[in-house]
């Protein structure tokens, strides 16, 4: 036996935890703690994991506790499938840990870092922090638990390639499973649309027909348009969340239509270029049309501007609709007009939930927090949660479009009753044609998306970028020198951090885009 | 002898350290005891302040990224240059500024006057007690809460705009850019006027009224008994009172984080310790949000130097 090793670390990593431990006391708050070494992280080699336990032919977990932690958007799906991984594999729910939209930072990161036992056994975070999560070294490679799962060929097959490959792998091995796949999709008022009297005067106007836009200059119209006609009732033409968490995806909607790129070979940011300015504008004329205040909008202001029909159509993630109940549809983006003459149409992959086990965990518990993930993110359970209005979870695999899943859409939900987080248990449209023009649309914008960066160090990229995005907004700034200075503080992330390591992530994460054909 | 030496030779008389009595026949004094008896608070102070401090010190000089894997590497004062040469930490150190010095200034001179009125022109006790405990109930709030509480009364549609188009003036976008900070500084005025009133009250209650009736019948003036007998003697009071505001204000976050969502629109309404919050817990950039502190803990150290010396001679 070596005798360096110390409870399976070596000396020298027990000396170092010790002197970070006493660092830890010492300022007395996690940061220290969770500081707790430079490991590498990532790439663990591949180990053999039994498959799970059968008694009498079925799955037995034996009734070990698996807690999960997940931000609002995932809704109260554990709650609901409770009774349902009990009885399939003898595993209890215990009651889920929440945080607050976007805080994945300070919720997740301190305790993953830490190196200290996971006090979850499952986690659901946005997409974009896979890389920072498996850098830590503390994430669970799944891959031989999911070999030994039956029927996970046939699920893994299913998953949208750039999900699947972008989003939940790092480094060629599989670290999460999908919850929500998110994207953009342009939402509208029908009553607005169909009103007679605002049809003939856009049509005298614009010389079109007033429908969903299918540019980003005619979206600009649309807007203007819709604000000077309802302006007097209160309502507004569009909107759209300028909190730094989230404002960039607007623009990857806008810019990405536009040929943006996060960076060149040499790794110098290119969100300044021409393509990225233009498309900054485009979000500052269609804050001209939005309600007063917009610059300081989070993403929940305007989910309550839509439910209190404040806003006539807006560009948002597809569950807008769902939230909106019947006066709301949706369809595909805009885009922009190529010199080619066709239109180019590019849907923020923004967010987009992912499930992980945490590696420090009893083996028992983590087969079964693995095996959980798994069938939560199955169709068997997921074409439920996807087409419920008490969550934020959208489409990500091909069963979410079959005919079974959009009449899913105005049904209620079999898995669940009701309660005081959700009284109600009814499909959200009331015709399958609804639901249909719905799935078709998110279908679209999933056909269209434009990836989100997710390797080490994304969060501190996006969260810059919209930042900048919100001077902008607000007016401190011209869209150029919003970007133009977002693009110097890129820059310095990059050598921070490493311009080799860095240029190594996303040339990695070029190559899987160019693979998906995106 | 003159008699000032004299005076002098019985002034070091009092303050020379008593005799000691020689140790007991067969034991002698050892060296070690004193210095094992005060060994727990050495290593206490060591262990909680000195080395985390020489530790924060010797990260604040590496690049250091522990959520992403990547090694620790020196890189010397760059960070130090980085951040003072970096505009949002103006801007935030502006933020602080105007937080410090207009908030802290408007709660002494309202704290100060509130406590001298309820002193001097209310006569009922009972009315003293409700009205002091009414100012200082805010303070009992938590500050998570007040921004919560002001939070809501800033936006768009709250009771602040509703009151004002009440009288015929446009809407205020209170947590915009040019309003937030002084929006917050409304809050904080709000909740911690109470702090220095009750220390100011507590102060002039404990006068002798003697003192001010025999002003009083010399024919002094309210306005010259105020300036020339409460406030000096309330000086040392007065100072606590800012000292302790001082020191809060300096620190600010968590009703700044709430009110203006983060410091936004942008980072308008940053202030510097927020910009180390998020450096060291969003990016978890630990070497940078080092740096910050350190030049936070350095202009404070600048600071408490000034106001000293500044308190010495005025002594």
Known sequence: MDDNRVQGITRAEAIKRGLYTLGALGLGGPLLAACGGDDEGGGAAAKTIAAPKTVDGKLDFGGVEIRALGDEFLGPIWEWYTDDLEKEANIQIAKPVKFAFGTESQAVTPKLIGNTDAPWNVISYAAWFLGDFVATGNLEPLDPYLKGFEGYSDYNAGVTPVFRELYCKSKGQTYALMADGDTHGFHYRVSYMENPTLQRSYRRQYNRDLGPPRTWDEYIELAAFLTKELKGDGVYGTQWATEPAVSWSWWLDTAGSLGVRYFDESMKPTINSDAGVKGLEIMLRLSESSPPGVENFSNNDTISNWQEGKIATQAWWQDLTEFAGKDSADTRLPGSMGSDGKIKITSAMAFSRLLSVPKNQPDEAKQAAVWAAYRISHPDYSLYSVADPYNGLEPYHTAHWTPEAVEQYTKPNPKRGTAKDYPENKGIFTSVERAQNHVDAIRTSTETGYPQPNWPGAGEYLRVLGTEIQAAASGQKTAKGALDDAADEWAAIVEKRGKEQQQQFYSAFLASAKRLGL | ?315
Do not use: C
């Not at chain 2, 140790?23 to 060296?31: D, E, V």
């Not at chain 2, 509130?114 to 001097?120: D, K, S, T």
């Not at chain 2, 040019?178 to 500084?185: D, F, K, M, N, Y």
């Open chain 2, 1 to 315: 002898m003159s008699e000032r030496s004299a005076g002098a030779e019985q002034v070091a008389a009092v303050l020379a350290p008593p005799p000691v009595a020689p140790p007991p026949p067969g034991r002698t004094r050892s060296a070690l005891l004193p210095r094992l008896l005060i060994a727990p608070a050495v290593l206490v102070v060591a262990g909680m302040a000195i080395y985390p401090s020489i530790w924060s010190l010797w990260t604040s000089l590496h690049a250091w990224f522990p959520a992403s894997g990547i090694p620790r590497r020196w890189v010397g004062l760059d960070n130090y240059i980085d951040v003072l040469s970096s505009a949002r930490f103006w801007n935030a150190m502006k933020n602080l500024v105007y937080y410090v010095v207009v908030g802290v200034g408007v709660e002494m001179v309202l704290g100060i006057a509130l406590a001298l009125a309820l002193v001097e022109f209310v006569r009922r006790a009972w009315v003293r007690v409700a009205l002091l405990t009414l100012f200082i109930m805010p303070m009992m709030l938590a500050p998570a809460v007040v921004g919560d509480i002001w939070r809501f009364m800033f936006q768009r549609a709250g009771v602040l705009n509703y009151l004002l188009e009440t009288v015929g003036l446009s809407a205020q976008n209170w947590t915009s850019a040019e309003l937030g900070i002084w929006s917050v500084i409304v809050s904080d005025i709000w909740q911690w006027t109470g702090l220095t009133m009750l220390i100011v009250f507590a102060g002039r209650a404990a006068m002798p009224e003697s003192l001010f009736e025999a002003a009083r019948l010399d024919g002094a003036s309210w306005w010259f008994r105020t300036t020339r007998i409460t406030l000096p003697m309330l000086r040392e009071l007065i100072i606590i009172a800012l000292l302790l505001r001082a020191m809060d204000s300096y620190k600010l976050i968590d009703s700044l984080f709430i009110i203006t969502n983060r410091g936004a629109p942008g980072t308008s309404n940053e202030v510097t310790g927020l910009m180390a919050y998020t450096t060291a817990f969003v990016d978890f950039d630990i070497g940078t949000a080092a740096t910050i502190t350190w030049l936070l803990g350095l202009i404070a150290l600048v600071l408490m130097r000034l106001f000293w010396i500044a308190f010495r001679s005025n002594r």
